[in-house]
């Protein structure tokens, strides 16, 4: 049985808890947030033990689940990793290449097990897309996408405007490509590999928001590209697209179904097989002794990407991705 700690009493947490629920082998003991009410009642829903003081919090856990705003995660995770604790991180890893090589340092020194929960990887249909494209079936890649086009009422955004909440303004959330586009991201690099050059642009439809509501990322890959085009203020048009174009075969999700289709041949659909969870992956690999995928590299390129993004719609050119070792090197 491995005890697991929560570290941010949030709206998220509830749901990866009811996760780890379903897992014999996971036991919710704790519960630490910054607001000591917010982590009791939490804690009282659950049957756990809220805790106001960090150091007795690690003491009673194996490994925890890092479930703060984005801004708020370099310092949990550094402290979970010299504490000797495994962690699960919510994505994305960090709003900067310093704080993310920083957690990504003390995590190495400490020889802790770190994931990064990007949820696509873990949806069976795109698990199976992805499955089907490295081995080799559709051939060499020309183009794979992730579009996704939904309606977010603004009723519950001003309502998060009145609170002053972080998801409002780009400083604390890092803008709608890092809070939504990211899990896209993650999914296309997951297969394609890692981005060489992004060109990027940005708006926001919705009236008085200062964060992006729609964002176009494409990206050069070694071997094709790929685009993640998102508009969430999307008021007449509900769209879910997903799909890699070999030489060979393309597959194509609509958020229902899965097709493939072969040169001069008939789309047949694709059954979907159920797949792990991320929390029930992330728990096997403390069981297996295994490394979490995506962990900190991946987590550390796709920050990269959601920077280059960002940069590049300001400038309105492609921004090429530096690797980490290059730039030590100068």
Partial sequence: MIKIGIIGAGAIARSHIR??????????????????????ALASQF?????????????????????????????PVVAA???????????PIALSLADAD???????????????????????????????????????????????????????????????????????SGGRISEFATHSIDWLVSFAGQA?????????????????????????????????EIALTAQTIRERSFGILGKAAGLHYDGKNLWMRRKDEDAVEIEVDACPSRQEHFMNCL???KEPIP????????????????ESAKKGRPVKIQSRRAKAKK
């Fill in 287 to 289: 069981l297996e002794d």
């Fill in 102 to 172: 920083e957690m990504i340092d003390a995590v190495k020194a400490a020889g802790v097990k770190f994931m990064v929960g990007f949820n696509f990887r873990y949806q069976a249909p795109f698990r199976k897309m992805a499955e089907i494209y490295c081995s080799g079936d559709l051939g060499e890649l020309v183009y794979t996408w992730a579009k996704i086009f939904n309606y977010y009422p603004t009723s519950g955004w001003d309502e998060r405007r009145r609170q002053n909440h972080w998801r409002m303004n780009m400083k604390d």
């Fill in 47 to 75: 049957g756990a033990r809220a805790y106001k003081e960090a150091p007795r919090f690690f003491d009673a856990v194996d490994a925890v689940f890092v479930l703060s705003p984005p801004f708020a995660h370099k310092e």
């Fill in 19 to 40: 996760a780890l629920e379903k897992m014999e082998q996971a036991e919710l003991i704790a519960v630490y947030d910054v607001v000591p009410d917010r982590a009791q």
């Fill in 196 to 228: 060489k050059e992004v060109f990027a642009k940005t708006a926001t439809a919705a009236e008085d928001l200062e964060v992006d509501d729609t964002d176009i990322v494409i990206m050069d890959f070694a071997q094709g590209m790929g685009k993640v």
């Fill in 81 to 91: 990793a010299k504490a000797g604790k495994h962690i699960f991180l919510e994505k």
């Fill in 295 to 310: 962990g900190a590299h991946d987590a550390r390129h796709n920050l990269q990407i959601v920077l280059a993004s960002y």
